[in-house]
C-alpha cells in the first residue's frame, strides 16, 4: 500500500528535492506541497495524505500552529504529522509532540532515515529515541500542560495490567521489539497492546501515549543525575 505525503516547507528547492527522493520509492508517494502553515492545513483537509513532513518556521501560521489544527480535526484522525526542521531545540520537541506529531527529525538526516521516519510514523509508531523520549518527558512533559486534551488518571482503569505495563515500558523509551523480549511475547503481540491502549485512551499515536503515561502518574521521570 502507498504511503501518500504531503510536504510543508517555505523552501521551494527543500520541497522539489523531498519530493524527489520520496517519489523514488515505490512504496511512497507525494500528493501535494504546502509553502505556508495555512496551505498545509487546506491541502491536507483536501488530499487526507498518510503524513505530512512539516517545517516550523514558516511564513503566517508557522508548522506547530498547523500540526495542532490538523490533528485536532476528527477528519484527519488517519493522518500523521512528521516535523522536519532545521532547529532542533527541545521546546520545538515538546511543543510538536504536545500539538500532536507524531514524530520529529533534524533537516541533517539522512536520505534513509528520512523515509524511515515516514514509513514509522505512517504507521502510528512516534518517532523519538529513547535517550530523547526521556529528557523531552523529564524537562517539558511532566507539568500540567492547560493545552493538551489527554486522558485524565482514571481513564487508565480502562486498561489491562498488561496494556498498562507495556505502556509505561514504551515510556522509558523501549521499542516494540525491547519490550517483546523483555515481556518474552512477540513483537506483534506487544504492538497489539499498544495499540489498544491509543484507542483506550484516545491517543492519535505512540508519541501522545507517552505524554500520557507520564501526566497521568503512571510512569515516574527519573531524577535528573548529579
Known amino acids: 500500500m502507498t504511503i501518500r505525503v504531503l510536504l510543508a516547507d517555505d523552501q521551494a528547492l527543500l520541497r522539489a528535492t523531498f519530493r524527489i527522493l520520496i517519489d523514488s520509492c515505490d512504496d511512497l508517494e507525494v500528493v501535494a506541497e504546502a509553502a505556508d ?13 498518510d503524513v505530512v513532513v512539516m517545517d516550523i518556521r514558516m511564513p503566517g501560521t ?8 490538523i490533528c485536532a480535526d476528527p477528519e484527519l484522525a488517519a493522518t500523521h504529522v512528521l516535523i522536519l526542521t532545521t532547529f532542533e531545540i ?31 510514523v505512517a504507521s502510528g ?4 529515541s529513547p535517550v530523547a523520549t526521556r529528557a523531552l518527558i523529564s524537562r517539558f512533559l511532566v507539568s500540567p500542560d492547560p493545552e493538551a486534551h489527554l486522558a485524565p488518571p482514571e481513564q487508565l482503569s480502562a486498561l489491562t495490567t498488561r496494556e498498562r505495563e507495556v505502556m509505561a515500558l514504551a515510556a522509558h523509551g523501549k521499542s516494540n521489539q525491547d519490550i517483546a523480549e523483555e515481556l518474552f511475547v512477540s513483537h506483534l503481540t506487544i504492538r497489539t497492546h499498544i495499540q489498544r491502549a491509543m ?25 535528573p543525575q548529579a
Open 37 to 49: 502553515g495555512a496551505e498545509a492545513i487546506e491541502l491536507t483537509r483536501t488530499h487526507q495524505p
Open 62 to 69: 508557522d508548522g506547530l500552529t498547523a500540526t495542532a489544527a
Open 90 to 120: 527541545d521546546e520545538y520537541v515538546a511543543r510538536a509532540v504536545r500539538a500532536g506529531a507524531g514524530g520529529f527529525l533534524g533537516k541533517d538526516v539522512s536520505t534513509d532515515e528520512l523515509l524511515a521516519g515516514i514509513r514509522t
Open 125 to 128: 509508531d512516534a518517532l523519538l
Open 199 to 223: 484507542m483506550k485512551l484516545s491517543a492519535r499515536d505512540r508519541a501522545q501515549l507517552v505524554v500520557i503515561a507520564y501526566q497521568s502518574g503512571l510512569v515516574k521521570p527519573a531524577p
